[in-house]
T-cell receptor
Framework: DGGITQSPKYLFRKEGQNVTLSCEQNLNHDAMYWYRQDPGQGLRLIYY???????QKGDIAEGYSVSREKKESFPLTVTSAQKNPTAFYLC???????????FGSGTQLSVL | EDQVTQSPEALRLQEGESSSLNCSYTVSGLRGLFWYRQDPGKGPEFLFTLYSAGEEKEKERLKATLTKKESFLHITAPKPEDSATYLCAVKQGGTYKYIFGTGTRLKVLA
């Protein structure tokens, strides 16, 4: 089945630790996105990538990093510089411009 | 500034009690308005795309409409399984960015 796979579903981060969230898609989409969702707030854009080896900062990129070495993969690293990382993280992909986004099932990140 | 505002924040309905959710937007060069349904702990599920004022889309008990300033999601005779958060998003022209509203949490009581 075509879709977007996020892993893990739950992730715990210790103080000073970097953690990486995985996002893989087999929809052959060029564009991929990372959003952060906090209770009572809309989805906020962290990073997005329109093509392999290229990505742009979104509205809340500080404390996060990404890579796009393959079309299918867009991992997100939450660094120790992100002081409030507890949130629900969503990965999405899109085909041609102006089309809908397809979302993964999300990763809940919590701080120990 | 481009933004999307959804109202109400939360809505409780009795089963069969029809209502509407609102999505107001300001965006430079609208290239699409999208409605999603999100269940707790899951990713958003696509419902509709609207591209131009006057356009309407329907799916089961849901109907989405679009004007130049807002969109409505009409829910006719809702059932408890329609309980979810409904998200609205707009696509900015000339970019790959989508702007999301904060959502409407719908609870349908049996």
């Amino acid at each position: 089945d075509g879709g977007i796979t996020q892993s893990p579903k739950y992730l715990f981060r210790k103080e000073g630790q970097n953690v990486t969230l995985s996002c893989e898609q087999n929809l052959n989409h060029d564009a991929m996105y990372w959003y952060r969702q906090d209770p009572g707030q809309g989805l906020r854009l962290i990073y997005y990538s329109q093509i392999v080896n290229d990505f742009q900062k979104g509205d809340i990129a500080e404390g996060y990093s990404v890579s796009r070495e393959k079309k299918e993969s867009f991992p997100l690293t939450v660094t120790s510089a992100q002081k409030n990382p507890t949130a629900f993280y969503l990965c999405a992909s899109g085909g041609t411009e102006n089309e809908k986004l397809f979302f993964g099932s999300g990763t809940q990140l919590s701080v120990l | 500034e481009d933004q999307v505002t959804q109202s109400p924040e939360a809505l409780r309905l009795q089963e069969g009690e029809s209502s509407s959710l609102n999505c107001s937007y300001t965006v430079s060069g609208l290239r699409g308005l999208f409605w999603y349904r999100q269940d707790p702990g899951k990713g958003p599920e696509f419902l509709f795309t609207l591209y131009s004022a006057g356009e309407e889309k329907e799916k089961e008990r849901l109907k989405a409409t679009l004007t130049k300033k807002e969109s409505f999601l009409h829910i006719t005779a809702p059932k408890p399984e329609d309980s979810a958060t409904y998200l609205c998003a707009v696509k900015q022209g000339g970019t790959y960015k989508y702007i999301f509203g904060t959502g409407t949490r719908l609870k349908v009581l049996a």
